[in-house]
């Protein structure tokens, strides 16, 4: 499990803006929390061992059929459980720089990495840069590999088209992992799901854990997608809020912001390093933001920021400048 991950919110205790995890954080769940607080009965019972109501309920949202989805402990879960399902293949490549646990389950179960590796990891919107490779270029990626994972836990956070689970069920070379964390912003819950065709989700069960989903997240699930109401209510002014804040970034001597597609994007310092701003921004205005230097393939000056609110967005703004004078 990567160390330094994003929203490490534990290791503070003075933080008042949080833009170091990408998921969306004005989200009310309320609604949610009260739902709960009326179905505390069912911790006194085992859950589904296989979260199959669940999975009918998903499969009915995405116009599958039930034995094409598997529901997992956040999309992680899945992460590891596919890398374990195939480690015979032996090889994997991985579109660096992205989020590290692909490499530590390939590295767990044997992997190593070779450009045509058999089993391709791909994150799509990409984590941490914002990228999205258009579908057209997905589908060709995966005529060159036995088996292309598409990560699309951010897809609800971007407006770029993206390979549809409809599109994938009746292929054996692709699979789509989804994140219910994210689309509702319940990171605390772990709920992700995968949709393939049903010989692939038929390899994943026989490595699948009984009991992998615990029943208060059984109940939460089937409540949000009931509900129909993702964590973000209007995408295209969040997106537009995020260029405004970029382009700010970029007004900034020393600062660069790249352009993204999605609510998060990388920047670079040069005057000092992604740990001392986080640092100061940290101990000094109750900002957290993401180191991102431990990403494969990028620098002690990257970091990665999630945008928030147009007052909190200024905020890091202003704290930055006054980071970078101090360094003069």
Same mark, same amino acid.
């Given at each position: ?21 990408? %998921? ?10 009260? !739902? ?9 019972? !085992? ?26 402990? =956040? ?14 293949? =032996? ?19 044997? !992997? ?119 964590? %973000?209510?209007?995408?295209?002014? !969040? ?13 900034i001597e020393g600062i660069e912001a790249q352009q993204t597609q999605t609510n998060f994007f990388l920047c670079t310092i040069r005057q000092a390093t992604a740990a001392q701003l986080k640092d100061y921004l940290a101990r000094e205005h109750g900002i957290l933001i993401r180191d991102a ?36």
């Amino acid at each position: 499990m990567i160390e330094g991950h994003g929203d490490d919110l534990y290791r503070y205790n003075n933080i008042k803006m949080n833009f170091s995890s990408n %998921i969306y954080a004005g989200t009310d769940l309320s609604a949610l929390e009260s !739902y709960l607080c009326s179905r505390m009965d069912v911790v006194r019972s !085992y859950p589904e061992p296989s979260a199959a109501s669940l999975e009918q309920m998903i499969a009915q949202d995405c116009g599958i059929s039930p034995d094409e989805v598997l529901v997992t402990s =956040g999309a992680v879960d899945a992460i590891y459980l596919i890398a374990q399902t195939y480690r015979h293949e =032996g090889t994997c490549h991985i579109m660096q720089p992205t989020f590290r646990e692909y490499e530590d389950s390939c590295r767990v179960f044997g !992997y190593q990495e070779s450009e045509d590796g058999a089993l391709c990891w791909l994150c799509n919107p990409n984590n941490p840069t914002g990228d999205v490779m258009p579908v057209k270029d997905v589908l060709a990626l995966a005529e060159r590999h036995r088996l292309l994972i598409v990560d699309q836990s951010y897809e609800d956070y971007t407006m770029a088209p993206l390979l549809q689970p409809s599109d994938v069920v009746g292929r054996d070379d692709i699979i789509l992992l989804h994140s219910m964390t994210k689309r509702y912003a319940v990171p605390g819950l772990r709920l992700g799901y995968v949709t393939a065709s049903s010989s692939i989700i038929r390899r994943l069960r026989e490595q699948y854990r009984p009991w992998a989903i615990n029943a208060l997240s059984l109940e939460a699930g089937k409540w949000l997608i009931q509900r129909g109401e993702t964590a %973000i209510a209007d995408l295209p002014s !969040y997106l537009t809020e995020t260029q405004r804040l970029c382009s700010m970034l970029n007004e900034i001597e020393g600062i660069e912001a790249q352009q993204t597609q999605t609510n998060f994007f990388l920047c670079t310092i040069r005057q000092a390093t992604a740990a001392q701003l986080k640092d100061y921004l940290a101990r000094e205005h109750g900002i957290l933001i993401r180191d991102a230097s431990n990403f494969t393939g990028l620098s002690p000056h990257h970091f990665r920021i999630a945008t928030q609110s147009p007052a909190e967005n200024d905020a890091l703004v202003a704290a930055i400048r006054l980071f970078l004078k101090k360094q003069q």
